[in-house]
């Protein structure tokens, strides 16, 4: 079994680069707007924020270390929440473009996604006939073609940089039951440490549907592959993201909102901040019965290094 889940950590990934401006206007683009969305989002109940960094003037994913710099001392000053780098990037971006700003900074957390696959955001670009900037339906068409690269070699270079170089932590992203067993290979060869931070991905086209037989497939598996050595969480895009991370709580695990995941607070409603995606996902469980971890609780629970820690 999981380690025994006492409290829910909720993650609030705020930006990421799956969504552009004209999707909503409520996507925070500049650093000014990311450092405000994330600590509005840490007031609501969120004890990890998962950040990428985005160009001011047009939005697009970036992975300039400068950016970055400009909203996380921020953030760290205003709120105690864990705060998580990506190192997905965007599909477009070379893994050492994507390892710039996490080798730099150091931080208590990282991302990290577990295989190379299909990452079809080209329906957007297909349905959509007006964008605000240029290169939005170039870079979401583009998806048809790519392949979002996770090799075994790239992910060993980012738990070596990573997690033995810097003592980060890894949100290990895992967007089909195939990802458990490519952890559970990093685990035995005594790269990957726990206790692991799982996060199962549903409804990514290209990686596993957001089916609810799936979901508890995922939960079986990570029990056989990783027993007490891991703390589960789940994250579903689109419709599906509330619906998900209520069933991953009742199941034991831990959950992710946030803008990155889904524009949406409910059908058919543009949610206008990540404050109140986390503020719903924090009442469900409150009805539920379960307590919210506060981010002092989730280091405990996941064994980051500390605040203190970080070079920024």
């Known amino acids: 079994m999981a380690a025994q889940q006492s409290k829910v950590i909720i993650t ?4 990421g680069s799956i969504h552009t401006p004209s999707m909503t206007p409520y996507l925070p683009i500049t ?12 007031k609501a109940g969120a004890a990890i ?8 003037a047009n939005g697009r994913p970036s992975a300039d270390v400068a950016l970055f710099r400009e909203f996380l001392p921020e953030i760290k000053a205003k709120c105690d929440a864990i705060i998580n780098i990506t190192t997905g990037g965007a599909p477009t971006m070379t893994v050492q473009e994507r390892l710039e700003g996490p080798r730099s900074l150091s931080p ?6 577990l295989g190379s696959m299909n990452f079809g955001l080209f329906p957007i670009a297909e349905k959509r006939q007006e964008f605000k900037y240029h290169w939005e339906k170039s870079y979401l068409a583009g998806t048809k073609a790519g392949i979002f690269k996770n090799t075994f070699e790239d992910i060993e270079t980012i738990i070596k940089t990573l997690g033995e170089g810097h003592g980060t932590r890894f949100e290990y992203e895992c967007y089909d039951i195939g990802h458990l067993y490519t952890l559970a290979h990093f685990v035995d060869k005594g790269l990957a440490k726990p206790p692991l931070f799982v996060q199962s991905i549903f409804g990514i086209l290209g990686g596993i549907g ?8 995922a939960r079986q598996i990570a029990e056989k592959l990783f027993g007490n050595d891991y703390r589960w969480s789940v994250l ?25 995941d889904s524009v949406y607070l ?40 500390g605040a203190n820690q970080v070079a920024f």
Not at 236 to 260: D, H, P, W, Y
Not at 267 to 279: D, H, I, M, R
């Open 31 to 42: 650093p000014a707007q990311i450092a405000s969305s994330a600590i509005e989002a840490a």
């Open 108 to 113: 208590e957390m990282a991302s990290l996604n």
């Open 236 to 260: 579903a895009a689109g419709k599906n993201q509330m619906s998900f991370s209520t069933v991953s709580a009742i199941a034991g695990g831990n959950v992710r909102v946030g803008l990155e």
């Open 266 to 305: 409910g059908k058919g409603q543009l949610a206008q901040s990540n404050a109140e995606q986390v503020t719903k996902i924090a009442r469900i469980l409150r009805d539920l019965g379960l307590e919210l971890a506060s981010p002092d609780e989730a280091r405990a629970m996941l064994h980051t290094k």
């Open 12 to 15: 609030c990934a705020i930006t």
């Open 210 to 217: 957001a089916d609810l037989e799936n979901l508890l497939a």
């Open 49 to 56: 924020l998962h950040l990428h960094a985005r160009e001011p």
